[in-house]
């Protein structure tokens, strides 16, 4: 299991509201620090990908379980 | 990281369903860290508008245009389905049910994430709509500015 400095719930939550709080969850760490994401939208593994991608921030993993989806990102 | 990238949504359209779609792509990209501006222009001007009656003077056209315009982005119609008004009620409960963010909070959290909103004056002027009656903290141009943004855009669109 990964390690992450901080946990942000977004289950529940329907675009564009897992990458807006992902945004702002990710301006509180500092460089190299993990954030995790929870998420049960099933266009967040998408969504987290290309926000990592295009923030410059490095998606570490990503794993699926029983409809939940969690992301490690980490700061750059 | 690398320059800040632009987004500029022309919002032409007084729909709910139309209107939420670019306050979705709006906080979506303000996320991804553009910098986004919202150019509101014809029907697009009533998701500024506040949802009460503001006292200003009007002549009788400008009075009519305001009677017949939904007051605010709550109670715009749907550009499919409306069904006289029973479309956005049930919507808004399917909207609910889903988690999904109604418009009104769409528009707060866009102005919070620091979305450029941007009323055309000229149709103000067509439309009969004045500064009073519209949201605080918006801004007031032409096709000048919104060209000045949207020509170093990278996302740039027409709802």
Redesign the interface.
Same mark, same amino acid.
């Given at each position: 299991m990964m390690k992450a400095n901080k946990v942000l719930d977004a289950t =529940?939550?329907?675009?564009?509201?897992p990458?807006?709080k992902?945004?702002k969850a990710m301006n509180e760490l500092e460089p190299g620090q993990v954030l995790e994401v929870h998420s049960t939208d099933q266009g967040a593994k998408s969504d987290l990908t290309a926000?990592a991608k295009?923030? =410059?921030n490095e998606l570490l993993d990503h794993k699926e379980d029983n409809g939940l989806l969690k992301f490690w990102i980490k700061k750059n | 990281?690398?320059e800040q990238k632009k987004t500029t949504i022309v919002l032409f359209s007084g729909d709910y369903d139309k209107v939420m779609a670019a306050y979705?792509i709006a906080? =979506?990209a +303000? +996320?991804?860290?553009h910098e986004v501006t919202i150019f509101h222009t014809f029907w697009g001007l009533n998701a500024l508008r506040k949802d009460e009656n503001v006292p200003v003077k009007k002549g009788f056209m400008e009075k009519m245009f305001g009677k017949m315009m939904p007051r605010g982005a709550n109670k715009m119609g749907l550009s499919k389905m409306n069904f006289a008004g029973m479309g956005p009620k049930m919507i808004k409960d399917i909207i609910k049910k889903?988690?999904?963010?109604p418009l009104p909070q769409l528009i707060e959290?866009a102005q919070e994430?620091e979305v450029k909103l941007v009323a055309c004056t000229m149709t103000m002027d067509l439309l009969g709509l004045q500064k009073e009656e519209l949201l605080e903290d918006i801004e007031y141009a032409g096709v000048a500015a919104y060209l000045s943004d949207a020509q170093e855009g990278n996302v740039n669109l027409f709802i």
């Open positions: =529940g939550l329907s675009c564009p509201m990458i807006v992902t945004k926000w295009s923030s =410059g | 990281m690398t979705i906080n =979506g +303000a +996320a991804f860290d889903h988690n999904a963010v959290m994430q």
